[in-house]
């Protein structure tokens, strides 16, 4: 697989503290993505990367920054963590390019209380 | 934007039975469409897919099929196995969108011995 590393595992919060997901993948490949799930809404798609600090938003980005400094590296930042962003955070790596699939990363679970 | 309905929700089969999960797509460029399994505690894995240039693809039990005209695509399970219990996802995306897929709500399959 695309040997993605997502870090931490788990994390536990306090409403109004900024928090930063790490993704890291070891194949330099070029698309990266940032999803949050929660049930009954599946996979929802908050940022995504083409490219060494080229970003777009997705369908739930408010609340959400990220960057890409190194072709390796996808940070997502809660700016201001609350509770409705208590989720699993899956970071994916497109290996073939656009219209190609996803490779997960293991997961993320943070609570924000 | 894209929007992808699945369903139904949950689905329960007996052993050795037929599974199968639908998915209909709002926008009409979308031109992959993959299917995700997701086992309890693990991160969603590529089990299928299929480009809009093609109806039908096989994989062993697994299959899809893709009516572009209706803007809906299936995914078929034969002779189910208590090992295809899990959450399957559809997504759709199209080439000139990075990549990003959205996803459907997700369907819980539980299959009984």
């Known amino acids: 697989d695309a040997g993605i590393t997502q870090s931490p595992r788990h994390k536990v919060t306090e409403t109004g503290t900024p928090v930063t997901l790490r993704c890291h993948q070891t194949e330099n490949h070029r698309y990266m993505y940032w999803y949050r799930q929660d049930p009954g809404h599946g996979l929802r798609l908050i940022h995504y990367s083409y490219g060494v600090k080229d970003t777009d938003k997705g369908e739930v980005s408010d609340g959400y920054s990220v960057s890409r400094s190194k072709t390796e590296d996808f940070l997502l930042t809660l700016e201001s963590a609350t509770s409705s962003q208590t989720s699993v955070y899956f970071c994916?790596?497109?290996?073939?390019?656009?219209?190609?699939?996803?490779?997960f990363g293991s997961g993320t679970r943070l609570t924000v209380v | 934007g894209e929007n992808v309905e699945q369903h139904p929700s949950t689905l329960s089969v007996q052993e050795g039975d037929s599974a199968v999960i639908k998915c209909t797509y709002s926008?009409?460029?979308?031109?992959?469409f993959p299917w995700y399994k997701q086992e309890l505690g693990k991160r969603p894995q590529l089990i299928i897919d299929?480009?809009?240039?093609?109806g039908e693809k096989k994989d062993q039990r697994i299959a899809v099929t893709l009516n572009k005209t209706a803007k809906h695509f299936s995914l078929h399970i034969t002779e189910t196995q208590p090992e295809d219990s899990a959450v399957y996802f559809c997504a759709a995306s199209r080439w000139n969108q990075g990549g990003k897929l959205i996803f459907g709500q997700g369907t819980e399959l539980s299959v009984k011995p």
């Open positions: 994916a790596v497109g290996e073939g390019g656009p219209n190609y699939g996803y490779t």
């Open positions: 299929i480009r809009s240039n093609v």
């Open positions: 926008d009409s460029a979308s031109n992959y």
